[in-house]
């Protein structure tokens, strides 16, 4: 950690620096320029998509091909180039739209400079500068207070919670944020230089959340890259040492085999189905800053939300004020010089600034505590009026008022937020007392969006459970609960009498939650993961950062705090909860049509596989050329899996990624498998040329891809039936009318009907597949061993 002994020269805090001194800064380099581009580079993006492995195997491959002069066989290629150009395209439109979109969150913060405050980007800032923290703000650079008094939260830099206190002279680092105060401090390090850079490669790292769908293609990525390059060097070495093939025979044969193996198009299907839903989450005024947080919504089933902001406007205002031992000029005066002493920020204190006037008299300040989450109240101290004390009533006052206390709980109860002012003629030297006197209530209330209900409904009937977690009464948080309709409002509980170890059963039997604390927060968000629930937690403030970065998938507002933001997977620009719908609608699209598209590409590399090593040990001779894999690949797979992948598909999202994709697969590659060994073994009673054997071998492989089509396409929508109907008429026209091409040949009647025999077959024993797979719970018991 960097000393705080750094010597920098010293810069007035009332001036800044000057053009000239900034411009040295610049010249020097010492700008604090981050890296924490939420999308790819184009470069990165050209790369990624060309230099695969995969590419390089299909290089390989078609360069034997060309050797060979068997140049039909290289169609193929028009496959692999067309994925790399669609997927390079993809990438780059999502990359322009996300990257328009983060620049109305990136962080800007006040900065003095000719002794005038602007401003500028993070970005922007050199060493040396003076900038002006407050209340929200996150810390972008290394920094020395010289000027103010602050409380910060290090959790994100540290991994402590615990809020700390910073007075002039004291450090703060980048990464941190300010929970309240305001100060004004001078940067110590920038870019690469800070300390947070030092530990992490940038911030962004903690956005970084497991997920299925990236786990799983990889590690079919990795399970075939091991296995591909042996088994064609074996296939290549029987073929044409130890049979009596060509050395082309060997070749087309040993690229067939190795082509079928490649799930390529797997990748260009995710790359683009969540590229589009970027896009798509984009129009709705949604960033997306982890691409594949997509995915964790689609899977969420208990969203926790702060009311304010998300079931309320958010806009709060003052309602009336009640004075009690006072007359409410007086009361109006003592809010007013408060309010200018701790210029807080939030929505409590700007409605109490628009209540009270703009011109009155001034008091001498002694001592200020700005009010932070934790400890749920703000204090000034005055001279010759000792302190005065605004928060919750149980926060502010140790004794019980039973006559007081009823008027607060009717208030709650009719949803308003209720704030105590109370006075001690002693001046605070650290926090408040409890001793105090009770003035006055102040009576605010938020109201309710005209959406929320609308939305609350759609999470309830998709069956994802809403929690209320509030800092505020808990009565308050319930009214509003209830007005807004979420069912079990009336299960609501006062989290400031839960220990620790309470939380995993409140999280249970509770719905609404008051009086939360920010370290509570994330207990509930982590006592909710172990029980086995996957999270979604919306959040704009700096007290909801820890939970924001706990859950599964985490969402900010554009006007919400800059620590909020940066730490957020999603950020709902129109500050709109009402768009939350149409974004795990979205995800539930991208995740069910990668699902559902996956298993066509699977069944072919599945059964490409499983025929490999059979030719190896049992078959004389790999079944297929290149140019018929791509007939089969294009109609049954390839094709219909693009228009898949992009049709409405909005049911919730269960169980594993991998296991459902196999699930599906298996039974349509063990039919083709069966139908490769039925021609194996009719050869051995009916005398067939290969050219022969590989046409009823194209045409019953076709015949079971299409059934999986089918079932993939079940329930029939009208344009799942065109894709099918479609994609099967490609296929009969290819066999009958271009033969040639496919290197198909004309059978003789006897090979005809065992073609057809097997044909009909197929749908029987393929449904007894799925039938067995269903009854002996085969994807729970693959799950099991998978773990």
Partial sequence: MHSNDDKREWIDPAQGLSDSQVQERIDAGCVNTQDERITKSYEEIFRDNVLTLF????????????????????????????????????????????????????????????????ELHMDDIVLDDILCLSTGSQVCADAMVVE?????????????????????????????????????????????????????????????????????????????????????????????????????QAIVSTVAALLGMIPEGLVLLTSVALAVGSINLAKRKTLVQELYCIETLARVDTLCLDKTGTITEGNMQVERIQALNADEKEILLILANMMDALQDDNATAQAIRRHTPQEYEAFRVLHTLPFSSARKLSAVSFENRGTYIMGAYEFVNGSENAELQAEIDKQASLGNRVLVLAHSKEAMEQEPAKNNTVIALILLSDPIRLEAP??????????????????????????????????????????????DEDIPEAVK????????????????????????????????????????????????????????????????????????????????????????AASL????????????????????????????????????????????????????????????VLGRAFPGALCVVLSILY??????????????????????????SLIVLYRVCTPFTRKRLL???????????????LPGIFSLVRLSYMQFVLTGAGMAAIPFVMDFFFRFGNRFKLKERLLKVGR
């Fill in 148 to 248: 103010g008094r602050l409380e910060v939260n290090e959790s994100l830099v540290t991994g402590e919670s615990d809020i700390i206190v910073k007075h002039t002279h004291d450090t703060l680092y980048s990464g941190s944020f300010v929970v309240s105060g305001q100060a004004k401090v001078q940067v110590q390090h920038v870019g690469k230089d800070n300390y947070a850079a030092t530990i992490m490669k940038d911030a962004k790292t903690f956005k970084k959340h497991k997920s299925q769908l990236r786990d799983s293609i990889n590690f079919i990525i990795k399970t075939i890259g091991i296995i591909i390059i042996p088994v064609g060097i074996l296939l290549f070495s029987k073929q044409f040492f130890l049979t009596e093939s060509t050395l082309p």
């Fill in 55 to 118: 590419n390089l195997i299909n290089a390989i491959l078609a360069g034997l091909i060309i050797f060979i002069g068997s140049f039909k066989n290289l169609l193929f290629l028009g496959v692999v180039i067309s994925n790399l150009v669609i997927g390079i395209l993809q990438e780059i439109r999502a990359k322009r739209v996300l990257d328009k979109l983060s620049l109305i969150t990136q962080p800007y913060l006040k900065v003095l400079r000719n002794g005038k405050e602007m």
């Fill in 454 to 499: 609308q939305t609350l409904d759609y999470f309830l009937s998709q069956g994802v459970d809403v929690k209320v977690i509030s800092g505020d009464d808990p009565r308050t948080v319930h009214e509003i609960a209830h007005k807004a309709n979420l069912k079990n409002y009336e299960r609501y509980v006062d989290a400031s009498t839960l220990k």
């Fill in 679 to 704: 021609v194996n073994i009719s050869s051995l009673f009916f005398q067939m040329t290969p050219a022969a054997m590989s046409t009823m071998c194209v045409l019953l492989t076709g015949t079971s």
């Fill in 509 to 596: 039997d509770y719905t609404v939650f008051g009086r939360v604390s920010p370290m509570q927060k994330k207990l509930m968000i982590r006592a909710l993961k172990e029980q086995g629930h996957i999270t979604a937690m919306i959040g704009d403030g700096v007290n909801d950062v820890m939970a924001l970065k706990e859950a599964d998938c985490s969402i900010s507002v554009a006007q919400g705090s800059e620590a909020a933001k940066n730490i957020a997977n999603l950020v709902l620009l129109d500050n709109n909860f009402a768009s939350m719908p149409h974004i795990v609608d979205e995800g539930r699209r991208v995740i069910n049509n990668i699902q559902r």
């Fill in 723 to 737: 894709i099918f109907s479609t994609m099967t008429a490609l296929f009969i026209v290819c066999i009958v009318f």
């Fill in 601 to 660: 590409f699977l069944v072919k590399t599945t059964f490409s596989t499983i025929l490999s090593i059979l030719t190896l040990f049992f078959m004389s001779r790999y079944p297929f050329e290149p140019i018929q894999l791509t007939l089969i690949s294009s109609c049954t797979i390839g094709i219909p899996s693009f228009f898949l992948a992009l049709e409405a598909n909005h049911a919730r999202v269960e169980g594993n990624f991998l296991i459902n």
